[in-house]
């Protein structure tokens, strides 16, 4: 399951990359993700490379929200503080 838009699409075009077709079944949840392929090749290969560019995706996203929010909302990214 991937809770997101940006790990579904990351994961489908990596899919994709690979000649493999994601898809899924009538009435499955939106965040789920079928694909058929040897479960070696998801354990070794697709699954690990999946979980490093979703780092460097999520690392990606975290900057240019602080950026954004920085210079288009207010200077002051830090969260508010507790009471």
């Keep these: 399951m991937l809770p ?4 579904r699409r990351l994961f489908c ?3 994709r990359r690979y000649g493999l077709e994601p898809f899924r079944y009538k ?28 780092e460097a995706l999520n690392r990606y996203l975290n900057e240019a929200t602080d ?3 920085r210079d288009e909302v207010y200077g002051d990214i ?5 009471r």
């Design 78 to 82: 830090h969260e508010g503080t507790a």
């Design 13 to 15: 075009a990596l899919c």
């Design 27 to 54: 009435r499955q949840r939106y965040t789920t993700v079928v694909v058929r392929a040897p479960k070696t090749f998801v354990n070794r290969t697709l699954w690990p490379e999946y979980q490093q560019l979703r």
């Design 67 to 69: 950026q954004i929010i």
């Design 4 to 7: 997101d838009l940006w790990q």
